[in-house]
Structures are given as C-alpha cells and as structure tokens.
C-alpha cells in the first residue's frame, strides 16, 4: 500500500454512531504499524460536500388510502403515470414495500423538490392517497480521501 496515494499514512474508519455516518482519519505515531495507529484516538476529517445525485422517495399510503376502494379505481391511471416516469428515465429503481402498503422508488433527480413536484403529479398524489419521503443521496464522500494526491505528490 505505500505508493497509493499515501494510503500507508492513512487508516480510514467509518464510524456508524446514532443512525449517521462520519468519518475519523487516524495517522500512525511513528515507528508504529497500522493495527497499533487504528487503537489510536481518531480526529475528525472535513469531507467536501457531494452532489444530489438520485433521490430515494420513500410511499406510504394517507389515512384517506384506507377507506374502502379508495385506491382501486386510481390504480389504472397510478401504474402508467408511473411507467412514464419510468421509461422517461426519472425512476431508475422501483419496489413494493414489505413492511406496510408503499412503495419505493430510487429517482433519477437532482433535488428534493424535482422529486417531489414529479411525485405529487401522480393520481395517488393528486388526490392526496399516496404521500412520499424524500432521502437525496450522494457519491459516498470518504472515496475522494483514496482519489487524493498526497502533498507534494508530481501529476
């Protein structure tokens, strides 16, 4: 691993603490091998800010959903709309939710909000049945720390 981009310097750990990711860079003390620098306290890298790339939009059906063949007669126009989209290359992914009636879409968007004003336009939307969470995601920041030049590094 010496000659990647200083990797021998680095060792890079995710740490997962109450539902968020961060992450921690921890520099070996000289003389020491790599097990002995990950026991080492950690201190905090600022990771640069990534890009929305997709948005995963999260269903759920309203209170007004549950009433009795409220859904049926939307569920026609609900699949091609969704088809459109689809073919229209804004939803990259879709599944059926295990948990409760819902789906979930993985979308081809730039922002929440292009997410959302798509997903209202839907007859399930329209008519207040369907409602979504919106999660923007990105690349995964700790990958530009391996992409890195170390200091003083010739192109």
């Known amino acids: 691993m010496r000659g990647v981009s200083g990797l021998?310097?680095?060792?890079?750990?995710?740490v997962v603490m109450g539902g968020s990711m961060g992450l921690r860079?921890?520099?070996?003390?000289?003389?020491q091998g790599e097990a002995a620098a990950s026991n080492q306290a950690a201190a905090p890298v600022k990771l640069p800010s990534a890009p929305t790339t997709k948005v995963l939009a999260i269903g759920h059906l309203t209170a007004a959903a549950m009433a009795p063949g409220a859904?049926?007669?939307?569920?026609?126009?609900?699949v091609r709309a969704?088809?459109?989209?689809?073919?229209?290359?804004?939803?990259?992914?879709?599944?059926?939710?295990q948990d409760k009636p819902g789906v979930v879409f993985l979308m081809n968007v730039s922002s929440v909000e292009e997410a959302h004003a798509l997903l209202e336009k839907l007859p399930l939307g329209v008519r207040g049945l369907m409602e979504f969470d919106l999660?923007?995601?990105?690349?995964?920041?700790?990958?530009?720390?391996?992409?890195?030049e170390p200091e003083g590094a010739k192109p």
Do not use: N
């Not at 860079?25 to 003389?31: K, L």
């Open 25 to 31: 860079a921890q520099v070996p003390a000289a003389g």
């Open 135 to 148: 999660i923007p995601m990105g690349p995964l920041t700790p990958l530009s720390l391996l992409v890195k």
């Open 71 to 78: 859904t049926r007669p939307v569920m026609p126009s609900e």
């Open 8 to 14: 021998a310097k680095w060792v890079c750990v995710v």
């Open 82 to 97: 969704t088809v459109k989209l689809y073919l229209g290359g804004k939803i990259d992914q879709w599944y059926v939710r």
